[in-house]
């Protein structure tokens, strides 16, 4: 089991950027895919943006290409979202998620992930 600690949440203007942090430890991290996913109040938790286990390959939410860029250095155990020209309706809690299984990727159902994060709250005021 990969325990995972989500951090850089905060409150930001509308057009304005955050970065996020996801640290894992407990199994080999550069084994295994990495997302984020997002849950806004009344909605259902969404997919993001994942990372293959190399970070040769992102696959993203069509809301977000061009404007999140996911990142990872294996050697830290860390996966980023980069997240720039922000809306309001980015606001949600963001959580990381890592594959269940080593060396898959694109992949980006939640059923492909079996560790979560406990979340990072992002606001985006208009």
């Known amino acids: 089991q990969v325990q995972l600690v989500e951090s850089g949440g905060g409150l930001v203007q509308a057009g304005g950027s955050l970065k996020l942090s996801c640290a894992a430890s407990g199994r080999t991290f550069s084994n295994y895919a990495m997302a984020w996913f997002r849950q806004a109040p009344g909605k259902e938790r969404e997919f993001v943006v994942s990372i293959s286990w190399n970070g040769g390959n992102t696959y993203y939410a069509d809301s977000v290409k061009g404007r999140f860029t996911i990142s990872r250095d294996n050697a830290k155990n860390t996966v980023y979202l980069q997240m720039n020209s922000l809306k309001p309706e980015d606001t949600a809690v963001y959580y990381c998620?890592?594959?269940?299984?080593?060396?898959?990727?694109?992949?980006?159902?939640?059923?492909?992930?079996?560790?979560w994060g406990q979340g990072t709250q992002v606001t985006v005021s208009s």
């Open positions: 998620a890592a594959a269940t299984r080593p060396f898959v990727t694109g992949i980006y159902l939640e059923a492909n992930f079996g560790s």
